[in-house]
């Protein structure tokens, strides 16, 4: 008998824990145990009821999405999943009362699992969720099926579309789970009294036969089409979601079995797409790139209790926002009273813009901003466990503030800096404490953004790189570990990427172009628009620093462009404008026929031909110098896997995730056609576009970036 499933007869109830650590994930074996274990159950005349718990503390998080590699047909996909809807059937057929136990989490197959049983039982901290569409599929073992029977057609297309989990009040408010119980500890006990109970109250209740509200179903699926027709982006990007609302739709026009039959042939559509691939790819890799081969698992981690910022401007607020926000006291510290006051009316700004959308309750609001301590002294630095230093981009004003943090604080505080491309190493030798100096190079704005960029220096301790991962997973953040070369991973790229652009602006394309061609592509902004935002000041200053040391962001022609209309006082929407012009108080950008102006002045000085640029090869010359750039990183050991640069881009850029990152979009073309392509740009633009020796490498050998083990720097 499988280990995965153990059966304990308690009072006459069959007590089966399911124990696939970490997650309990449901795997092919592991459905097999669970059936067998099932049909064991039901054979015995003493069983009365079952109960289904999960070992370690959660349920079940879902069908095992390693697995669906395995799936390379459509037939594939509808051959395993009648295996899942038939080991289903069977737990709702049985004549005696199955209780699910939910602690933890109960996502994807976990609570199709959960609602197959006739009755579901929660410990207060637990969560239940449809998240499938994260990962370009919808679910595939009867939950659009079972789902709007127990909470209706609205609930159960928020669910399936947004793929949020909820937690087990709300659950049961929505009639998903039948029972809370306060103290997870007594959930197995409860689980028991309540399945002898409902063995007592006669035959057992099945998902399967509940009738949906048609009408209000029909209006909930009116409404949920009607916000993504005419929408061929949204449509591109997330094809999971509207068949989840395809499948939902069929459980109230179709019988169970006929619904449960459309189902499975949209999760076959999907579980084989491009799109799937590419967002179960940055499933792992998010997983992988917070792992370090020196740093093993176990290597001592800090607890982080206090914080302090340093620097509350844009950045240093919203950074004490993310402490805030998890619960962290954190400190913010500016120069004077105006400067540190400036940066708590923009926190309280936010804190209400937040609770006005009902994003946040008023109450929450209010214990966030309460965390955070306004200071113009290093007064209570001595009992932080983390400084994150945010203040300007100049190495002697760095230099001088890590001198400082290496006297105020305390020998175990982590010495954190959110510089986006100055070395690390450099400045932090001035708190004389190396090991405990780390990047936290989060993205604007700060409280928001996903990625967290953690830079490991020189001599950065394990102990210091495993806190901070840690800590960026306290934090809600993704984090990756990257090398210390100038711009880490994410800014040095990016180099390459808007390098390219102005370009392309020079040889006739127009900024309105460009970025169309790369927001049709998935980005949220073009990478004129980027820098309208980030400002051209700070694009500016990056280059001056740049200069000073010799270095230029990306070797090669460099557009002058920029610098001209950073003389123009031209720093983007802050000054209303930049690549584009801004109406005042609008962040839409209007196209400019001075941009066209500069671009024919600097391209005859370099001695340019101008033409009509197609919008192929604008996205393919972009995204081909973003992936032989991260070829570079890659071959030096900057960033340790092409998952991580995926990861970054993604979570730190926005590149669309249904393409799975840059370097996985690479790949899904072939390194061969992307080694052709820098080929054919090097003979007909230049030598700066040299293929990076990992591409030609890899493209010789038929082999893609992923498949390229992790090296430390
Ligand atoms: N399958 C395989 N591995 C999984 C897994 C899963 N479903 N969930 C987690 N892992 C691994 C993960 O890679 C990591 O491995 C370890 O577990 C801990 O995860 C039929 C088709 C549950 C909220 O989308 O959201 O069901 O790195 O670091 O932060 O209709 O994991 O240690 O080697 O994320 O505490 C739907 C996915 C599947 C949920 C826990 N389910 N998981 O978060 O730990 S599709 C999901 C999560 C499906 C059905 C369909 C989170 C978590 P390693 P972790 P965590």
Redesign the pocket.
Known sequence: MSTLVSTQLQDGVAVLTLDNP??N?LSAAMWQALDAAVTAALADPAVRALVLIGAGGTFV??????GFALLRTRQDSLDRSAV?HAILERIEGAAVPVVAAISG?A???GL?LAMACHYRIASAESKVGQ??V??G?I???G?TQRLPRLCGVAQAIELCTEGKPIGAARAEQAGIVDRVVADPAALREAAVAFALERAAAGPPRRTCERVIDAEVGRAALAVARASRAGKPQLAAATSAAGAAIEAISAAMELPFSEGAARERELFADCVVSAESRAVRHLF?AA?EAIKVPDVPKGTPVARIERAAVIGAGTMGGGIAMAYANAGIPVLLKDVDHAAVERGMAMIRKNYQASVDKGKLSQEDGDRCLARITPATTYEGFDTVDVVVEAVFEDMALKRATFAELGRVTKPSCILATNTSTLDLDDFGAASGRLSQVIGHHFFSPAHVMKLLELVRGKETSAETIATSVALGKRLGKVGAVVGNCFGFVANRMLGYYLREAQLLLEEGASVPQIDRVLMEFGMPVGPFGLQDIAGLDVGWRIRQHLVSVGKARAEGPQSEVPDRLYELGRYGQKTGAGWYRYAPGSRKGEADPLIDELAAAAAAKRGVARRELGDDEILARITTALANEGAQVLDEGYALRAGDIDVIYCHGFGFPRHRGGPMFHADSLGLATVLARVEEYRSRLGDHWKPAPLLARLASEGRGFHDVPPRVA
Do not use: H
Request: proline share 12%; charged share 15%; glycine share 20%.
């Open positions: 970490p997650v994930a998080a879902g069908a095992d999405i390693a899942s989490n996502l994807g197959g199709e998240p499938e994260l990962l599929i679910p595939g073992a939950g792992f997983r």
